[in-house]
């Protein structure tokens, strides 16, 4: 199943990039970027970039949740960016929930990841290793005791169905000489909700929840790019009417210099 996603850049002030990203109809998060800019000297890092993550819930102050998953965020960031690019300074991320979350499931984890994404791929100031997305997993018991199935943001299920759940983050990366794509699970959740079920955890099962997440997950790194192609499009277009603005602006100013030479 594709995942169902909305996403966009956005323009927010005295930042250097902001996204929105979510699953849905509507984005769940919306993520702003700054840097690379100067960093406090007790967090310098003499060889690399200093990343911060903050995540904010819609209401009220960040808790030990949202601090769990800044933690989370920051390992995936650090696996995209080159931070030994930009030494001796920051990097920081605010991740703002646009929506009411009680409890941060798998599906809004992998919202948070992609959104951070989308916010880098804005910026195009960091240099990237490549593209990481995300998308959530669950093994869902069948109704009829057929065998287990594998559902992408399976928000909709009872929660008794669920065997097994998680997030998996894919990094991709494009070679545009071959026009072919290269794809690599960097991190998971992957966990049984049956802890005394020992075949929910074995290394076939992981194996087999990765598979079914990394379509999904390269479905939505499709979707940035073309939003990124969207984004560039636009600015040739302005950049073009501009000129062609400045040019007719230039020959307007040219004949009228002409005329006051032939007036004298």
């Known amino acids: 199943m594709s995942p169902n996603v909305t996403l966009s850049f956005d323009s927010l002030s005295r930042v250097d990039a902001s996204a929105r990203f979510g699953f849905g ?21 003499p060889s690399q970039a200093t990343i911060e993550v903050h995540v904010r819930p819609l209401t009220n102050v960040p808790g030990t949740e949202s601090k769990t998953v800044a933690v989370i965020l920051k390992e995936a960031i ?12 920051l990097i920081q991320f605010v991740v ?14 992998a919202a948070m990841i992609n959104c951070c994404t989308l916010s880098l791929l804005n910026a195009g100031s960091i240099p990237m290793r490549g593209v990481i997305c995300a998308v959530s997993v669950a093994r869902v018991s069948s109704v009829n005791g057929e065998e287990s199935m594998y ?22 990366s494009d070679s545009y000489s071959s ?36 379509k999904p997950a390269r479905e939505v790194w499709e979707r940035m790019k073309s939003l990124v192609e969207e984004g560039e499009r636009v600015k040739r277009k302005e950049t073009w ?12 100013m040219d004949v009228g210099e002409e005329d006051v030479n032939m007036e004298i």
């Open 179 to 214: 026009n072919t794509y290269s794809s690599s699970c960097v991190w998971t959740s992957w966990r049984s909700l049956h802890p005394g079920s020992l075949k929910a955890v074995e290394e076939s099962e992981l194996a087999r929840a990765r598979d079914a997440a990394q």
């Open 151 to 172: 559902k992408i943001q399976p928000v909709e299920e009872h929660p008794s169905r669920i065997q097994a759940t998680g997030c998996f983050a894919f990094l991709f």
């Open 78 to 89: 650090q696996m995209e960016v080159i931070v030994e690019a930009n030494p001796r300074t």
């Open 25 to 45: 109809s509507c984005p769940q998060y919306l993520t702003s970027i700054s840097g690379p800019i100067e960093v406090r000297l007790a967090a310098e890092q």
């Open 96 to 109: 703002q929930a646009l929506v009411p979350t009680p409890k941060v499931t798998d599906e809004l984890v």
């Open 241 to 252: 009417i501009k000129d062609a603005s400045h040019s007719t602006e230039a020959k307007k």
